[in-house]
């Protein structure tokens, strides 16, 4: 049974989180490396006890813990190497968010946001505020249980996608997974970091969000997995947040010979002399690439891209019967 819209919390907010940073490597000669992305992770935690049957005074109950990332959790790109006609990035490409418990001990009952796609213009995303109405408010205001308002948590320029796997059923964790994936720019669709590379052959603008902080803001519910009269045992709840950047920058020699150090990852070619195949072809996961530009017939330069993914990770032990969650 789902939790019910205005069950009262039995514990909580409780706010947890940090602050963490890695850097990019150096990815060759057109590249210095070092800019500094962070993850700011400000989640709420609430517990909620409900009547398996809300008429039975002696009936078992059920528990669920509500855990929300729009507390104020941000991701960074921090100070990009390059924003400039011939030189975008590192800038957020996409980001997953992560929410489970281990041992199966809760099954996903309701995640947030639900899927969407973007819905703006390349140029208009001008905001970096975001306004929440799904578990944050509720949790801090009304204290009760509402799943409304969750398309107040969506954005422009950025698509909202749900991975969620559900496997109690056969013995393993269920996963709430969101992936939010960059889908428009000024130069229109974005697809990959090609996608900037304008009809005049310079790199159309970023969304402030792909340039700056991207408000983190999946939301969900866990119930523990058997009705019970006792509160279910302390577990521990995980949280990941994987984010994909990118860097495109024109380079007017081959490239072949830098990529390959220090990162050891080969050149994917999206266009070879005078072919050129469909720069949306490129996907990012197979490391740089390169896009051939053309002048009269004579490849002059290359636009390349340099892709960079880092996982940041917390977790948290969940006592539900003195209310308590604390870092792991």
């Not at 830098?258 to 080969?266: D, E, H, T, Y």
Request: charged fraction near 15%.
């Amino acid at each position: 049974m789902p939790l019910r819209t205005g069950t009262k919390i039995k514990w909580g907010t409780v706010t947890v989180g940090g602050t963490t940073a890695a850097q990019t490597p150096r990815m060759g000669e057109a590249d210095s490396g070092g800019q500094q992305a962070s993850v700011l992770l400000q989640m709420n935690v609430a517990g909620y006890v409900q009547a398996v049957d809300a008429n039975d005074t002696d009936s078992a109950n059920e528990y669920y813990v509500v855990a929300d990332l729009a507390a104020g959790s941000t991701f960074s790109p921090g100070q990009m190497g390059g924003n400039t006609r011939e030189c975008r990035g590192y800038y957020t490409h996409s980001v997953d968010t992560r929410l489970w418990f281990d041992d199966g001990a809760y099954a996903v009952d309701t995640e947030t946001p639900q899927p969407s796609s973007a819905g703006g213009s390349g140029s208009s995303s001008t905001s970096s505020s975001t306004t929440v109405g799904f578990f944050g408010h509720q949790l801090t205001a009304s204290e009760s249980w509402s799943a409304s308002q969750s398309a107040s948590r969506g954005y422009q320029d950025f698509e909202t996608e749900s991975h969620t796997s559900h496997k109690s059923n056969l013995g393993g964790s269920e996963v709430v997974h969101q992936r939010f994936p960059l889908r428009l720019s000024n130069a229109g669709p974005y697809v990959n970091p090609f996608s900037l590379v304008g009809s005049d052959q310079y790199l159309a603008g970023l969304p402030p969000r792909a340039a700056g902080n991207l408000p983190l803001v999946t939301a969900a519910s866990f119930k523990a997995l058997a009705p019970q009269k006792q509160y279910p045992r302390t577990a521990r709840l995980h949280v990941s947040v994987t984010v994909w950047m990118a860097k495109v920058i024109w380079w007017s020699n081959a490239p072949a010979h830098w990529f390959k150090n220090p990162v050891g990852q080969k050149v994917q070619l999206v266009g070879e002399g005078t072919a050129l195949v469909r720069p949306g072809d490129y996907d990012l996961t197979r490391g740089p690439g390169d896009y051939p530009m053309q002048t009269l017939g004579v490849v002059t330069g290359s636009y390349i891209a340099l892709p960079w993914s880092h996982e940041f990770s917390w977790a948290f032990d969940v006592d539900f019967a003195k209310g308590r969650v604390t870092p792991a």
